[in-house]
């Protein structure tokens, strides 16, 4: 099926922006235009938020004035109440709200306002407390308006818990907060967050959660003494300052990680579980109703998962909960760590596994069964909710193949029921009782349209449909997206598109920008609306280059076998199925095989480095952005869970590593990073630049000062797209 939907994909083009107008374009593409103006910028819905009710939901309305969290009907569309403005006022001053959540009554607001990042999910910020439908100030959660991180209600509204200076705080909201741990240092130990390597790749950085009745907290406590620190120099003053943090590469040493539980009304503490160095708890949660704590703990390699259930209900203070081990699942490789759990009151759980070579979807009953409730070669690519009162849950898949996702339920007897086939890529928001969706979908030629539908998926109206960015796109010449497969030497069929300019001459030779990221967790080649990408992809054709983009082995949504082929020789098989591509675009006609060109960021910009040195006799020229260059310098976290570590693993790292292959560099590279990568670090391209050097190699390189992964803020972004034309337009 997937075969012949991608064959489909090859003749019919997504070309439903070209078509519209008769007129012929008139305007042109520019990175002004792409990267500074905001002019196609595409409408969403952003931010719905359901009530407990099911039939209400809220937003946050922004306006010139200020903004307002407004309470609106599902089944009309109308607003029916403004809950809480920005001119909510605390010491004379309005508060502009950055954020809100409800108590589960309902009664109260969380607001945080001024907020400040720490790394890619934390940040700080100030709280305010405030009653809806009360005419009173809001009230700070710090009097001294000291920012503080992951303030959350109690389960009952009448307290909240945040974490300051690394130590967890409660709030009754009426005296003043009380510190409930003691020891929290930086960069010694946290209590409730965690650390940088756990908020990156186990994509948490709350690390403190309420029992259901409220009576507990059950928190993390890293112990990050023994992890070495890193430290990025800060410009912009006479004498920089380095930022250091505690960054555990590739081998090093991890922090020491225990899991507490403290009696609110008590302050009695309980230790749990811990683990040193050499073991992770990636994930904590309640078990539902119950005051059950569910715990994985992973191993190092985090090929061995195991789940353990620990019952803090019993009514003697001083009985320790008793570990319980609920399930085992091991793998050759790893383990993914996914957040796909629903607790039932019997007790059981609903959970994602790879365990039969594909993503889906089991039924668990601790010490009972297990029951697999979808099948097939395809991937569960999220879980969007169980509907407890029908007994379904919903998800998304790749049931359709890689490039699509497409929306799905199944009930716990295991039938299925895809609820809409249209290609493309779909998404759904469901409300709190599963009796309205806002049902997103895009193709690659088509804006995402946003549709309310009710449970059973007919249409109710149209909330967003882009209108205005296509009226804006006709005036463009948009490049279609085509897609095609090839199979490489390995024998694996790869999934691939191109974009031609739209004023394509079979007869001519044209250039190629293969842009890429051919990394683990990310597929490039998909059929959905690209924003931004998209359209410096087509200032790139309009310019009269061909743009191609392809997932070699190791990416996912086509199983376990495929998606973890790469294990411990990460790079490999990538460069040699880029270097295949490279092969079947120069056996074109129109193509020049002398003029192929790649580009990437991140994972794509070391894949760049590989195909600029091992593929050095098929790439003529690379633009690297932010890469890594030898894994031996990325986090313990990610780098270990495909490659092992540098101990074990020696080869593995060292024989694809770009810096070990400098000599081999052949043709023109821009190589570029932000020196205040905390991710990437800046020694990536620091230790690749030496390597070229030493080989007396010419690249081009430019460093962004202070500026970290992402590389944005102010012009940068248009300066970076810049120079990356202009080095396209000089050497392909």
């Keep these: ?56 939901y809220t937003s946050l309305e922004s306006s010139e004035s200020g903004n307002a969290v407004v309470k609106y009907a599902y089944a009309t569309g109308s607003a029916v109440d403004t809950l809480a403005k920005s001119s909510v006022v605390y010491g004379g001053e309005p508060i502009r709200i950055g954020g809100y959540q ?24 100030a709280f305010h407390v405030y009653e809806v439908g009360s005419e009173m100030a809001g009230v700070p959660l710090r009097e001294d308006g000291t920012k503080v991180r992951l303030a959350t209600f109690s389960p009952a509204g009448d307290k909240v818990a945040f974490v300051q200076d690394n130590n967890l705080w409660v709030s009754d909201l009426v005296k003043a907060p009380v510190k409930l741990t003691m020891d929290g240092q930086w960069n010694s130990i946290i209590n409730g967050a965690s650390d940088w390597v756990y908020e990156e790749e186990f994509g948490k950085d709350r690390g403190f959660y309420w029992s259901p009745n409220g009576q507990y907290i059950a928190f993390y406590r890293f112990d990050e003494t ?38 609110v009304n008590t302050g009695r503490k309980s230790v749990l579980a811990r683990v040193d160095g050499d073991n992770y708890i990636p994930r904590i949660m309640w078990m539902g109703e119950q005051n059950k704590l569910m715990v994985m703990r992973m191993n190092r390699h985090q090929n061995k998962m195991e789940l353990l259930g620990f019952d803090l209900s019993s009514e003697d203070p001083r009985q320790q909960a008793q570990e319980e081990l609920l399930l085992v699942e091991e793998a050759p490789t790893h383990v993914p760590v996914q957040d796909n759990f629903t607790f039932l009151a019997d007790g059981s759980f609903l959970m994602t ?41 919903y998800f998304g898949s790749s049931i359709n193949g890689a490039t699509q996702n497409h929306l799905a339920k199944v009930d716990l007897k295991g039938r299925m029921t895809l609820l809409d086939d249209a290609q493309g890529t779909h998404g759904v928001a469901w409300s709190r009782t599963f009796d309205y969706a806002i049902h997103n979908h895009s193709d690659a030629g ?57 004023d394509f001459d079979p007869a001519k030779k044209y250039p190629v920008y293969v842009a890429i990221y051919g990394g683990p967790g990310v597929n490039t080649v998909n059929d959905s609306w690209g924003g931004t990408t998209f359209y410096w992809h087509n200032l790139l054709c309009q310019e009269g280059y061909i743009v191609v983009s392809c997932d070699p082995r190791g990416t996912p949504k086509r199983g376990r076998e495929f998606e973890h082929s790469t294990y411990l020789q990460l790079g490999k098989l990538e460069t040699e199925d880029f270097i295949d591509l490279a092969e079947h675009l120069s056996a074109k006609d129109y193509i020049d095989g002398d003029r192929i060109g790649i580009q ?9 480095l590989l195909a600029m040195t091992k593929g050095a006799a098929h790439y003529a ?35 694809n590593s770009p810096i070990n292959h400098a000599e081999k560099l052949e043709g023109p590279l821009l190589l570029v990073h932000g020196s205040a990568d905390d991710n990437v670090h800046f020694q990536n391209a620091m230790e690749m630049v030496d390597a070229l050097v030493a080989e007396g190699k010419h690249f081009d390189f430019f460093a962004y000062p202070n500026r970290n992964h992402g590389i944005y803020g102010g012009n940068t972004r248009l300066h970076l797209f810049t120079m990356m034309l202009d080095f396209v337009k000089e050497n392909l």
């Design 1 to 56: 099926m997937r075969n012949a939907i991608l064959l489909a994909l090859m003749v019919i083009s997504t070309s439903s922006l070209v078509a519209q107008k008769n007129t012929v374009p008139t305007e042109r593409w520019s990175n002004e235009k792409i990267w500074y103006s905001g002019m196609f910028r595409s409408e969403g819905v952003y931010g719905i938020r359901s009530m407990a009710d099911g039939v209400h």
């Design 102 to 125: 409800f108590s589960s009554d309902e009664t109260k607001l969380l607001f945080s306002s001024d907020s400040e990042s720490i790394y890619r999910h934390s940040y700080l910020a």
């Design 226 to 263: 023994k992890v070495r620190e890193f430290g990025m120099p800060m410009y912009g003053q006479l004498y920089p300052e380095p930022y250091t943090f505690k960054y555990p590469k590739a081998g090093e040493i991890n922090s020491e990680v225990s899991i507490h539980s403290i009696d």
């Design 353 to 393: 596994s790879m365990k039969d070579g594909f993503n889906h979807l089991y039924w668990v009953r601790p010490g009972k069964s297990e029951k697999q409730l979808t099948s097939g070669e395809w991937d569960i690519t999220s879980v969007q909710g169980y509907d407890a009162k029908r007994k379904v849950v």
């Design 446 to 502: 088509t804006p995402p349209s946003y549709v309310l539908r009710n449970r059973k998926w007919s249409s109710i109206r149209v909330l967003r449909d882009n209108a205005e960015l296509k009226e804006t796109l006709s005036d463009y010449s948009v490049a279609p997206r085509e897609f095609f497969t090839f199979t490489d030497d390995a024998g694996e069929e790869l999934n691939c598109w191109m974009m031609k300019p739209t």
């Design 600 to 608: 990437g960021w991140s994972y794509g910009g070391y894949m760049t």
């Design 621 to 655: 020229a690379g633009i690297s952005v932010a890469p890594v260059s030898n894994w031996r310098f990325y986090d313990s976290i990610y780098t270990e869970r495909f490659m092992r570590t540098p101990q074990e693993n020696a080869d593995g790292y060292d024989d």
